[in-house]
């Protein structure tokens, strides 16, 4: 059985559509804060993996008993597996520098990390895809196809 409507004033539709408005934008930038915040964490934790691992010789064997503590220690949370730690590992190691990271690399989602940490192995070639990817909003498919056709290289010879 549907409810019947009120009469609603006549600004009720203009008001409607301006609070849609706002959750969305809130909705966003609640979401792109956490993201940051996930990504300033991932590497925190692959800047500690690596200060051990060159400090006291830490192997991968301590990395998955890590990642099985961390596991138990928090079960409903996704992304605390060894291939994620050795990630998280890896771009600690790709970006040592903390500013960085907070500044660009945390506007990326960590998928889009973990696609530049596979395929480009230079630094400024990496660091200019991300760039791009953040300017235009790249999906993670797009950022793939882009890697794929040379864009950097095309660009440099425009």
Same mark, same amino acid.
């Given at each position: 059985?549907?409810?019947?409507?009120?009469?609603?004033?006549?600004?009720?539709?203009?008001?409607?559509?301006?609070?849609?408005?706002?959750?969305?934008?809130?909705?966003?930038? *609640?979401? $792109?804060?956490?993201?940051?915040?996930?990504? /300033? @964490?991932?590497?925190?934790?692959?800047? #500690?993996?690596?200060?051990?691992?060159?400090?006291?010789?830490?192997?991968?064997?301590?990395?998955?008993?890590?990642?099985?503590?961390?596991?138990?220690?928090?079960?409903?949370?996704?992304g605390l597996s060894?291939?994620?730690?050795?990630?998280?590992?890896?771009?600690?190691?790709?970006?040592?520098?903390?500013?960085?990271?907070?500044?660009?690399? *945390?506007? $990326?989602?960590?998928?889009?990390?973990?696609? /530049? @940490?596979?395929?480009?192995?230079?630094? #400024?070639?990496?660091?200019?895809?991300?760039?791009?990817?953040?300017?235009?909003?790249?999906?993670?498919?797009?950022?793939?196809?882009?890697?794929?056709?040379?864009?950097?290289?095309?660009?440099?010879?425009?």
């Amino acid at each position: 059985m549907q409810r019947k409507q009120p009469d609603l004033p006549g600004d009720y539709a203009g008001l409607l559509t301006e609070l849609k408005g706002r959750i969305a934008t809130a909705r966003l930038k *609640a979401a $792109l804060v956490v993201n940051s915040e996930l990504i /300033l @964490l991932y590497w925190q934790i692959g800047h #500690d993996i690596l200060q051990r691992q060159r400090v006291e010789g830490w192997g991968a064997k301590i990395v998955d008993q890590l990642a099985a503590d961390l596991r138990h220690a928090f079960p409903e949370m996704t992304g605390l597996s060894a291939r994620n730690l050795k990630y998280m590992r890896a771009f600690a190691e790709a970006y040592p520098k903390c500013e960085f990271v907070q500044q660009v690399a *945390a506007q $990326l989602p960590w998928g889009h990390s973990m696609v /530049l @940490l596979d395929t480009i192995k230079k630094p #400024d070639e990496r660091e200019w895809y991300m760039r791009q990817a953040i300017e235009n909003g790249w999906s993670r498919n797009v950022l793939v196809h882009q890697i794929e056709s040379g864009l950097h290289k095309r660009q440099g010879k425009a």
